[in-house]
């Protein structure tokens, strides 16, 4: 993201330059690009709008105005303000371990977990050259393991089904075991949204966890 964003800024100030020196108005101008910049790039709005406010205050000040590159200045706040926000630190997902390693995923009825699941395997599958399999143990919401089902599909990674009559923790044991048979080199679990207020759901997650100890969660 921040490429695209980089790039635009950078085009923004230098249009800026053209008309000679960088002024609050023609910040203001680039902030703009930056505002929609980072919609495009689907951040939410009220990290948009808190980000944009501490670009701008600072763009404005004594940093920017003079500096002898206040257009690189500019771009240089905008990422220090980008890495604050995204954290400063890049982890990698940690996969070391004996095969399959087994990645939980875990959150909010729909933060996007599904989603995520089917990202990370193409991107596991694609640029680590892993060979991935997915499950869902999500069997409350109707046509949650079709959609993961789907998703797999156009991801092309392994599915093993699943079917909304099991518990949860026997289709997360049956699943290890195919994706031991299948030498999956990275098992993702897919499973139910849920509120640290319910209790049931969040005893449900910690049986999960203990039964396939995931490397990640
Ligand atoms: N804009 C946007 N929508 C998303 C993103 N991830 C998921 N969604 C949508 O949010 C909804 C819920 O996503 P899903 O993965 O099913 O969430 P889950 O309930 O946590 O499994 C779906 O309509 C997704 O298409 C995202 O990164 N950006
Ligand atoms: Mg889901």
Request: charged share 25%.
């Amino acid at each position: 993201m921040f490429e695209s964003l980089s790039q635009r800024l950078s085009s923004t100030v230098e249009r800026l330059r053209g008309r000679g020196r960088l002024t609050e108005a023609n910040i203001r101008e680039s902030m703009r690009e930056v505002r929609i910049a980072l919609l495009e790039a689907d951040v939410a709005l009220p990290v948009v709008q808190a980000l944009v406010q501490r670009v701008q205050v600072r763009a404005i000040g004594q940093e920017v105005m003079k500096s002898l590159t206040p257009g690189q200045a500019l771009i240089k706040v905008v990422r220090d303000e980008l890495t604050a926000v995204m954290g400063s630190v890049n982890t990698d997902l940690n996969l070391a371990a004996a095969p399959p390693a087994i990645v939980l995923v875990a959150g909010l009825q729909g933060a996007g977990k599904t989603t995520t699941v089917a990202k990370l395997a193409r991107f596991l599958r694609e640029r680590k050259k892993k060979k991935v399999m997915v499950v869902s143990c999500d069997v409350y919401r109707p046509a949650a393991i079709e959609q993961l089902r789907t998703l797999a599909a156009q991801v092309e990674v392994l599915f093993h089904p699943s079917s909304p009559d099991q518990a949860p923790v026997a289709i997360a044991a049956a699943a290890l075991d195919a994706a031991k048979k299948n030498f999956a080199d990275v098992l993702i679990v897919d499973t139910a949204g849920r509120l640290h207020v319910d209790a049931a759901m969040m005893d449900e997650i910690k049986v999960l966890h203990a039964a396939l100890d995931p490397i990640e969660t």
